[in-house]
């Protein structure tokens, strides 16, 4: 079956511009993470959505990030007035229900590049 | 607090060699303990996971990891390395809400 997909793949963007990345988890799990990562460093956990609510935001950086997932399913990654600190890998990954001990499958990923 | 640490940065072996990767964790409970490898353009994908019993816990790809609650460890293994292992390999503890504390990862080089 499908995976997770996040588009787009790649986004350049210029300093202060808005971005949005968008995370679509596999069908029916009903939990949803996001999670960036530097260049050689490990995902570091951003949000954690627990249908369409976002259970744990306690990752998100700064009020420049925020995110939805309005229907429980395809999530939004919003980024505003975008840093060139806000350069990196930003990581989807969906869970069935989001117990402790679930695998998280993680989707390919959106490399943002802000110049 | 949560966190994980793997020491090697970079690891090389000659393919066909024996691998261990290391893995030290920092939980308060009984941890929940993954290994995801990543390779260049795609998603981590997940070689196996601990959360009770049998302490040598074996994954896809030919990959095993022993659970050392002593030690707080939770290393990978493989007993004889294919060129295409050559990825980065991440640890994982598992917290709250299953959100996942991530090592800075172990990038692995195979020598023909």
């Known amino acids: 079956g499908a995976g997770v997909s996040q588009t787009p793949s790649n986004k350049v963007t210029e300093k202060g511009k808005y971005v949005e990345l968008r995370c679509d988890p596999i069908?029916?799990?009903?939990?949803l993470y996001w999670y960036r990562q530097s260049l050689g460093q490990g995902p570091e956990f951003l949000i954690y959505?627990?249908?369409?609510?976002?259970?744990?935001d306690s990752g998100l950086p700064n009020d420049r990030f925020f995110a939805v997932r309005p229907e429980g399913s395809v999530s939004t990654l919003k980024i505003q007035r975008t840093e060139r600190g806000d350069s990196a890998m930003y990581l989807c990954?969906?869970?069935?229900?989001?117990?402790?001990?679930?695998?998280?499958?993680f989707g390919p990923g959106t490399r943002l590049t802000v110049t | 607090a949560q966190s994980v640490t793997q020491p090697d940065i970079h690891i090389t072996v000659s393919e066909g060699a024996s691998l261990e990767l290391r893995c030290n964790y920092s939980?308060?409970?009984?941890?929940?303990l993954f290994w995801y490898v990543q390779s260049p353009g795609q998603g981590l994908q997940l070689l196996l996971k601990?959360?009770?019993?049998?302490?040598l816990v074996q994954g896809i790809k030919g990959f095993e990891a022993e659970f050392k609650r002593s030690q707080s460890s939770f290393n990978l293994r493989k007993p004889s390395v294919h060129w295409s292992d050559a990825a980065e390999y991440f640890c994982?503890?598992?917290?709250?809400?299953?959100?996942?504390?991530f090592g800075s990862g172990t990038k692995l080089n195979v020598k023909p």
């Open positions: 601990y959360f009770s019993g049998d302490t």
């Open positions: 069908s029916g799990h009903t939990a």
């Open positions: 939980y308060g409970a009984t941890p929940y």
């Open positions: 990954a969906s869970s069935l229900l989001g117990q402790e001990g679930d695998e998280q499958y």
């Open positions: 959505f627990q249908g369409t609510g976002a259970a744990d």
């Open positions: 994982a503890v598992g917290g709250n809400f299953n959100k996942f504390y």
